[in-house]
């Protein structure tokens, strides 16, 4: 195991409003995130996947400081950053950058493309023009572009190139960790090989960590070294890829893998019926665990109490009462 | 019955030959050719004005235009009951539209933009406590305003200048804020916070930019409303005050002549209705300039 980079203990964003008519107000929460642990490994990569509306991105916010927690803590290099201001902050996100899903809000109309790749550098206030210049350059030779087109606008370029554009203006301070909310969802199918092997190879060459956020099961199964699965608001099973793809422990990761399409579709298993139903509503989630209501193996206790942390095969944990029931039967 | 292979109303081929006949070098023609002459009077009237504005004879009085009988084609709209000429008072009160609304409309783009990106982009207490004030300002009618205003400083061209701020800044400020509360979730926006950038730089480079199209086409549109306001102000005798030329005082000054000399206010309201038209006309052809939906080809 290599060194842990990054690390969230029981990280939550909660939300609170208020609804209803003026002095007849209830007070709503919505737990976006709720108590997650999750720990990224220096030049691994770790992939969060769940369905839309589980939080993953309010993570990713989380991870980034563009949003405060409401509890718990964020630990970069063991030292917190979750409180992190001024120079603290700026330090951290300079080891810490972003790739956003779409290529085309991420990139300002009004500027060039050496602007939108130099901003991070520019405002460090720390190089000269022809630092920049020469890193810009560098930047876009090293993400497969031509270093002319630093004088072009946004609106040149495809939606490959331009994600390629962020990428690159993601590597200008050389982060450690690159977090990717979903950068290939909004591309072509064509292209996304094209920027996945991009960030393969620039994981190889420049020893990055990405925490890779996704509802794409292949793709975090191929490209991760460690998934989470998240619902409602909760890690309902981590562990390393491998382990998650092939043998999943839980009713919902076994359900989501089942969903996927396969090449050879065979017959389900009976463990691995679909699920049925919507996920609920976060504003009022069922009690007890977060599943239940769609659970092929809902028990009485699941109804009540949140489930236990399972550890499992190669640091793998699962929150399922029915792997405690089997445990002690 | 509709055949399938027509083309479109909005064919990029009818687009085009509307646009050939509607523009001359990229400008559009009708409002440019209504707003010229008030810009070029406003700039040269010293050099153009074939009159002094302000020499009274007495001999010419209420002269009317040369078409009528009677009338003296050196002076061709005519005189007003001093026997100024009407033309040259008119090219006057150009400059002093050019001047208010000009002055005017910037300074309440300014302060209207800062207040809008800063309620907008910092949100929270800010926003609430600056969207309140432009409630207040909202709640306030604009002529009781402006006679507030008249009567604390007296007439004159910075009463003119303060009304017309006092009333316009708050519209920049709403439809700013909203424009800034949809860039601020942008992803350069957010992109561009991860990276540690300054809110300056953010409000300079980022919101600014992609602003300005908005705040240009208001602009526009306030310049036709600024003109109407100055020649209310002055018409309620608040504004500009005699023996100077405002269009609002040839129109207040001329309705006590309009039915033995008409043409005293009728070419004044006429120079302020066709300068207001074609700002309006500038305005919407410019939010359509600057709409990336209708995009060129």
């Known amino acids: ?329 | 019955m509709t055949t399938t292979d027509a083309p479109p109303l909005t064919s990029p081929t009818l687009r085009r030959a509307k646009r050939r006949l509607t523009t001359l070098f990229g400008l559009p023609i009708i409002p440019v050719l209504l707003l010229a002459p008030m810009v070029i009077c406003g700039l040269f009237g010293p050099w153009i004005w074939p009159h002094d504005p302000l020499g009274i004879s007495f001999g010419i009085r209420l002269l009317p235009p040369p078409w009528l009988e009677g009338g003296n084609w050196s002076y061709i709209l005519g005189t007003d009951q001093f026997g100024r000429d009407l033309f040259s008072r008119l090219i006057e009160g150009a400059r002093i539209a050019l001047i208010v609304s000009t002055v005017s409309v910037s300074v309440a783009a300014v302060i209207g933009t800062a207040v809008g990106m800063m309620a907008g982009y910092y949100g929270g207490v800010i926003d609430m406590i600056l969207m309140r004030i432009v409630d207040v300002k909202m709640s306030i009618p604009p002529v009781l305003l402006t006679i507030l205003i008249g009567a604390a400083l007296g007439g004159g061209l910075a009463t003119i200048l303060i009304s017309i701020i006092l009333v316009f800044w708050a519209d920049y400020a709403r439809v700013i804020r909203g424009e800034t509360l949809a860039l601020k979730r942008t992803g350069y926006v957010q992109l561009a916070k991860v990276a540690n950038v300054s809110d300056r730089r953010i409000f300079l480079r980022h919101l600014l930019p992609n602003l300005a199209p908005t705040c240009i086409v208001l602009m526009t549109l306030q310049f036709g409303a600024s003109l109407v306001i100055e020649a209310a102000i002055t018409f309620i005798g608040l504004g500009i005050q005699p023996p100077a030329s405002a269009w609002g005082l040839l129109v207040a000054d001329g309705r006590t002549y309009l039915s033995t000399a008409w043409w005293i206010p009728t070419f004044a309201g006429l120079a302020i209705a066709l300068t207001a038209l074609g700002a309006n006309l500038l305005g919407d052809w410019l939010r359509d300039y600057f709409d990336p939906k209708l995009k060129k080809r």
Request: net charge positive; aromatic share 6%.
């Open chain 1, 1 to 329: 195991m290599s060194d842990l980079l990054l690390e969230t203990r029981n990280l939550s964003k909660h939300f609170f409003f208020r609804k209803g008519l003026p002095f007849a107000r209830s007070k709503s929460v919505i737990r976006s995130v709720d108590g997650i642990n999750l720990q990224v490994r220096a030049g691994q990569t770790f992939g969060l996947v769940g369905e839309s509306g589980c939080g993953k991105s309010t993570t990713a916010r989380l991870l980034l400081r563009l949003m405060e927690p409401t509890e718990g803590e964020i630990l970069f290099d063991g030292a917190p950053v979750h409180q992190a201001t001024g120079p603290a902050l700026n330090a951290y996100r300079s080891n810490i950058q972003t790739v956003f899903q779409d290529p085309y809000g991420s990139l300002n109309p009004r500027m060039k493309v050496r602007e939108i790749i130099a901003e991070p550098m520019i405002a460090t206030g720390r190089f000269s023009r022809t630092q920049i210049d020469h890193r810009v350059a560098e930047l876009l030779e090293l993400v497969n572009l031509s270093p002319r087109m630093a004088q072009q606008g946004p609106h040149e370029f495809s939606g490959g190139q331009r994600q390629r554009i962020a990428i690159a203006r993601a590597l200008a301070l050389n982060p450690r960790l690159l977090i990717l909310d979903e950068p290939v969802s909004a591309l072509d199918v064509s292209v996304r090989a094209q920027i996945l092997n991009l960030l393969a190879d620039l994981q190889d060459e420049l020893g990055l960590a990405y925490f890779m956020i996704s509802h794409h099961l292949e793709l975090v199964a191929s490209m991760c070294d460690w998934i989470a699965v998240m619902y409602l608001g909760r890690i309902v099973e981590q562990g390393p890829a491998r382990q998650i793809a092939d043998n999943p422990r839980h009713p919902y990761t076994k359900a989501l893998f089942a969903s996927a399409l396969t090449v050879n579709p065979g017959p389900l298993k009976t463990e691995q019926r679909k699920i049925e139903g919507e996920v609920p509503s976060p504003l009022n989630p069922p009690k007890g665990c977060h599943f239940h209501p769609r659970c092929p193996l809902a028990m009485d206790v699941c109804r009540q109490v949140a489930p236990p942390s399972v550890p499992g095969p190669d640091g793998s944990v699962a929150t399922c009462h029915a792997l405690t029931q089997s445990v002690a039967a």
